[in-house]
C-alpha cells in the first residue's frame, strides 16, 4: 500500500488533485481524479527568485479541486514541473567521503546555477555503480521558490510533506517493467514531454544512467501554431487535439502535410535534443543503441507523433499508457489521461 495518499500537482498546463485507492504493478485505482488549467499567474523558474506575482488565482484553483474532492485537511506530495528544477548525473569515486562528495556536487552544478549556490536546496543520491565509479543523481531547487509555493499550498489547508518533479516519479510507475527480465541488458530511454520542457533518461537494468532536462515542451508546438494562424492559444491547443499533424503510417507524403509543416522546426528541435542525449549516454557508457523509447507526458498525446519520432530516431517507440491501467471512481481511463497523468500516478508507487 502507498505511503502517499493524496498528490497536488501544480504544473504549467494542468492543476491537478488526485487521491489514492490501490496501487499494484501495472495498475492505479484512484478515487478522485480533478483537474483544473493552471493560471499564467503560475511560473516554474530556475532563474527567477519568487516568480509568482499574483498568488490568489493559484490558491483559488487549489481550493476548487480540494472542495471536488471533499477533503478539507491533508498531507501531500507536491509535484512540480521538471524544469523548476536543476538535474544532473555525477559519476564520481564511490571512496568519496560525504564531505568530499558535498564539494563534487557543488564544483559539478555551481557553473549551471544562474543564481548562487547557497540560494539552493541540493539533494543527492546515489544510484549504483558503473565500472569503478558512483553514478549520482543530483536536483537543485532554489529555496525561495519553494518556500512560495509551499506556502500557497499551506494556505489552503493541505500540507506538502513531499516536494518532487515528474521525472523520476514517472519512471517510478514502470519500474517492474523497466528491471523485467525481458530488458535485461537493454537500454531504454524514457521521454517526459512536459508543457514548457522535456526530460530524457536512459535506463539499463532499471537503473537510471544518464538524465537531461531541455527547454522544448508541448507549448511550443502551440505557440507555433497559434502564431501562424493567428489564433488564440487555446484555439490552437483545441486545433493540435483535432487536425493532423502526423500520419499513422511513415510515408513520404508526411512531408508534403501543411499542418506538419507548420511545426516541423519545432518537432526537429524536439528530435535534435533526444538524440543527443542519446548520443552522450551512448559515448559516456561505451553502448552502441537504444532498444526503445518510452513517451509519457501531456505532449505524448500529440496523436502519431510517437511514429514519426520511432523514424526520426531509428528506434521503436511506445507510449506510457500501453503500460499500466489506470481506474478513478471504479471507471477505466483513456489513453490520453493515461500518458498526461504518469507522474502523479507513479507518486502512488512510492515506498
Known amino acids: 500500500m502507498a505511503k502517499i495518499k493524496t498528490v497536488l500537482e501544480v504544473g504549467t498546463y494542468e492543476t491537478r488533485l488526485l487521491t489514492f485507492e490501490s496501487a499494484e504493478s501495472g495498475e492505479i485505482h484512484l478515487k478522485k481524479c480533478l483537474s483544473v488549467n493552471t493560471p499564467k499567474d503560475y511560473v516554474a523558474s530556475t532563474y527567477i527568485e519568487l516568480p509568482i506575482m499574483d498568488e490568489v488565482p493559484i490558491k483559488n484553483n487549489i481550493v476548487s479541486l480540494k472542495k471536488g474532492a471533499g477533503i478539507s485537511r491533508d498531507n501531500v506530495l507536491l509535484l512540480l514541473p521538471d524544469h523548476s528544477a536543476i538535474s544532473e548525473m555525477l559519476i564520481a569515486s564511490p571512496k568519496y567521503s560525504n564531505k568530499e562528495m558535498e564539494e563534487a556536487v557543488r564544483e559539478d552544478l555551481e557553473p549551471m546555477m544562474p543564481l548562487p549556490y547557497d540560494n539552493w536546496y541540493v539533494v543527492h543520491k546515489s544510484l549504483g555503480t558503473f565500472e569503478d565509479d558512483e553514478i549520482t543523481y543530483i536536483m537543485a531547487i532554489l529555496k525561495n521558490n519553494l518556500l512560495e509555493i509551499g506556502g500557497i499550498v499551506q494556505k489552503t489547508g493541505l500540507n506538502p510533506v513531499v516536494i518532487d518533479t515528474n521525472f523520476l516519479n514517472t519512471a517510478n510507475l514502470i519500474e517492474d517493467y523497466l528491471i523485467s527480465s525481458d530488458n535485461k541488458g537493454k537500454n531504454i530511454c524514457m521521454v517526459h514531454l512536459g508543457h514548457e520542457s522535456t526530460s530524457i533518461g536512459i535506463f539499463r537494468d532499471g537503473m537510471l544512467k544518464s538524465m537531461q532536462n531541455r527547454p522544448v515542451g508541448g507549448y511550443d508546438f502551440t505557440r507555433q501554431i497559434s502564431r501562424h494562424f493567428h489564433v488564440a492559444e487555446e484555439d490552437a491547443d483545441q486545433f493540435k487535439r483535432n487536425e493532423i499533424f502526423f500520419l499513422p503510417e511513415f510515408t513520404p507524403e508526411q512531408d508534403t502535410q501543411y499542418n506538419y509543416s507548420v511545426i516541423k ?53 511506445r507510449r506510457i499508457c500501453d503500460l499500466y491501467q489506470l481506474y478513478s471512481n471504479g471507471n477505466p481511463v483513456g489513453d490520453a489521461e493515461k500518458n498526461s497523468l504518469a507522474a502523479a500516478c507513479g507518486c502512488f508507487m512510492r515506498e
Not at 561505451?286 to 514519426?308: K, P, Q, Y
Open 265 to 317: 522546426n519545432i518537432f526537429t528541435a524536439l528530435c535534435r535534443e533526444i538524440f543527443s542525449a542519446i548520443e552522450i549516454y551512448l559515448t559516456k557508457f561505451r553502448e552502441f543503441t537504444i532498444h526503445e523509447i518510452i513517451i509519457s507526458g501531456g505532449g505524448a498525446n500529440f496523436e502519431n507523433i510517437s511514429v514519426l519520432l520511432a523514424a526520426n530516431l531509428n528506434t521503436p517507440v
